[in-house]
């Protein structure tokens, strides 16, 4: 039997932190969980999750802690928490924090010495270079595709890999052809996922898959030119690896973070029971479809900005957090989150990008790329 194993989890209050606490509550022989971190808000939630898993230390964005902390329970405020959280001892550390603020946890984990199982893929979009720089072998996926993926890569060696397919659910608009007077509510409407705002959003856009093409490179080290997508709207299949002899391997599973979260936490062993299996006693279908890149250019525009490198996916990623934040506040229409985020990458994009050599290079590009985004929401806001 295997040791248990020390968790850290940041982001605990978010979607991937309670279904990640939902496993470790399933497992309590496999798991243990040594620290907790959150974002802004709902400390009264961390507190429960502190006291029902006995967790020693707790960390929070905010400047103070302002529901009852747990007896035996310490915690640490602010900006710098979560990373300091990432730093402490643990078989690994999850990382469950939505957006680009989640790469200095992951820094920090990593030059702890720490194993990151990475839900976090802003990390690696933001800061590819830099991650991977610590070495892959430390890195476990925990977006669903790229489980699929890391899984599938066992079916074969690296070099006979053709091509990675990254399957993509086409979000709430897959087949709407008028995107032009859509509302929060419609964005918020997944068919088959259920997950947090941003992601949400980024999967009616289909910036989501554009940074996980973005993902998938810096995680398994494959040129863009090797790494497709594809429209599977059951969000069956996750994603699938095609070998040189024509071999497709491709992982399936009901859609459930809790299969991928589970596989990262135990790997290289599987968790029992993480997740419920396909029923084969009903009948299915699948179905697969190439990505409209005229109603959906975000696929395209992350696969250039990627190619470039330098500094342009962080670009991609803060223009878009800003311009989502801006839609869900209904300052700009759904249609202006795409026009905003392409009109920042070719602002900046002329301008001469260097390599990113630390977390203050990739802070200093991002806020050039929010500045940049800022006037052009407030532009399109005004001719709505
Ligand atoms: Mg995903």
Same mark, same amino acid.
């Given at each position: 039997?295997?040791?248990?194993?020390?968790?850290?989890?940041?982001?605990?209050?978010?979607?991937?932190?309670?279904?990640?606490?939902?496993?470790?509550?399933?497992? $309590?022989?496999?798991?243990?969980?040594?620290?907790? +971190?959150?974002?802004? /808000?709902?400390?009264?939630?961390?507190?429960?999750?502190?006291?029902?898993?006995?967790?020693?230390?707790? /960390?929070?964005?905010?400047?103070?802690?302002?529901?009852?902390?747990?007896?035996?329970?310490?915690?640490?405020? /602010?900006?710098?928490?979560?990373?300091?959280?990432?730093?402490?001892?643990?078989?690994?550390?999850?990382?469950?924090?939505?957006?680009?603020?989640? *790469?200095?946890?992951?820094?920090?984990?990593?030059?702890?010495?720490?194993?990151? @199982? *990475?839900?976090?893929?802003?990390?690696?979009?933001?800061?590819?270079?830099?991650?991977?720089?610590?070495?892959?072998?430390?890195?476990?996926?925990?977006? +669903?595709?790229?489980?699929?993926?890391?899984?599938?890569?066992?079916?074969?060696?690296?070099?006979?890999?053709?091509?990675?397919?990254?399957?993509?659910?086409?979000?709430?608009?897959?087949?709407?052809?008028?995107?032009? /007077?859509?509302?929060?509510?419609?964005?918020?409407?997944?068919?088959?996922?259920?997950?947090?705002?941003?992601?949400?959003?980024?999967?009616?856009?289909?910036?989501?898959?554009?940074?996980?093409?973005?993902?998938?490179?810096?995680?398994?080290?494959?040129?863009?030119?090797?790494?497709?997508?594809?429209?599977? $709207?059951?969000?069956?299949?996750?994603?699938?690896?095609?070998?040189?002899?024509?071999?497709?391997?491709?992982?399936?599973?009901? $859609?459930?973070?809790?299969? $991928?979260?589970?596989?990262?936490?135990?790997?290289?062993?599987?968790?029992?029971?993480?997740?419920?299996?396909?029923?084969?006693?009903?009948?299915?279908?699948?179905?697969?479809?190439?990505?409209?890149?005229?109603?959906?250019?975000?696929?395209? *525009?992350?696969?250039?900005?990627?190619?470039?490198?330098?500094?342009?996916?962080?670009?991609?990623?803060? @223009?878009?957090?800003?311009?989502?934040?801006?839609?869900?506040?209904?300052?700009?229409?759904?249609?202006?989150?795409?026009?905003?985020?392409?009109?920042?990458?070719?602002?900046?994009?002329?301008?001469?990008?260097?390599?990113?050599?630390?977390?203050?290079?990739?802070?200093?590009?991002?806020?050039?790329?929010?500045?940049?985004?800022?006037?052009?929401?407030?532009?399109?806001?005004?001719? +709505?």
């Amino acid at each position: 039997m295997q040791a248990k194993r020390d968790i850290v989890i940041l982001g605990s209050t978010g979607s991937i932190g309670l279904q990640a606490l939902e496993v470790i509550s399933a497992n $309590p022989e496999l798991f243990r969980v040594i620290g907790l +971190s959150a974002g802004f /808000g709902n400390h009264k939630l961390l507190a429960d999750q502190a006291k029902k898993f006995h967790v020693p230390i707790i /960390g929070t964005s905010s400047t103070e802690f302002s529901a009852e902390l747990p007896a035996g329970v310490s915690v640490i405020c /602010g900006a710098k928490a979560s990373p300091e959280i990432a730093s402490i001892p643990a078989d690994i550390v999850l990382n469950g924090i939505t957006g680009s603020v989640g *790469l200095a946890s992951t820094l920090s984990a990593l030059s702890a010495g720490n194993v990151v @199982a *990475l839900a976090n893929k802003e990390s690696l979009v933001a800061g590819g270079e830099l991650v991977t720089s610590f070495g892959r072998e430390r890195l476990i996926p925990v977006d +669903s595709e790229h489980s699929a993926i890391f899984q599938a890569m066992l079916g074969g060696k690296r070099n006979e890999i053709k091509k990675l397919v990254i399957t993509a659910s086409g979000g709430a608009f897959r087949d709407r052809t008028d995107l032009a /007077g859509v509302t929060i509510e419609d964005a918020l409407a997944h068919p088959t996922w259920s997950m947090g705002p941003v992601v949400t959003i980024n999967s009616a856009t289909l910036v989501n898959k554009g940074l996980e093409i973005i993902e998938a490179h810096y995680l398994f080290d494959i040129p863009y030119s090797q790494i497709d997508a594809v429209i599977h $709207p059951q969000s069956v299949v996750h994603s699938m690896v095609e070998f040189f002899d024509g071999s497709t391997i491709a992982q399936a599973s009901p $859609p459930n973070m809790k299969g $991928p979260i589970a596989y990262a936490l135990g790997y290289p062993n599987r968790v029992e029971r993480a997740t419920s299996p396909i029923d084969w006693s009903k009948p299915h279908s699948w179905e697969f479809r190439p990505i409209d890149n005229q109603r959906f250019p975000a696929v395209d *525009l992350a696969r250039r900005v990627g190619e470039i490198g330098r500094g342009l996916p962080a670009i991609y990623n803060a @223009a878009n957090e800003s311009a989502v934040s801006a839609f869900l506040s209904k300052r700009i229409g759904f249609t202006s989150i795409l026009r905003v985020v392409s009109n920042t990458v070719e602002k900046i994009e002329g301008k001469s990008l260097s390599e990113l050599r630390d977390l203050s290079d990739v802070s200093a590009l991002e806020n050039d790329a929010r500045t940049v985004a800022e006037e052009l929401i407030k532009k399109e806001g005004s001719s +709505s």
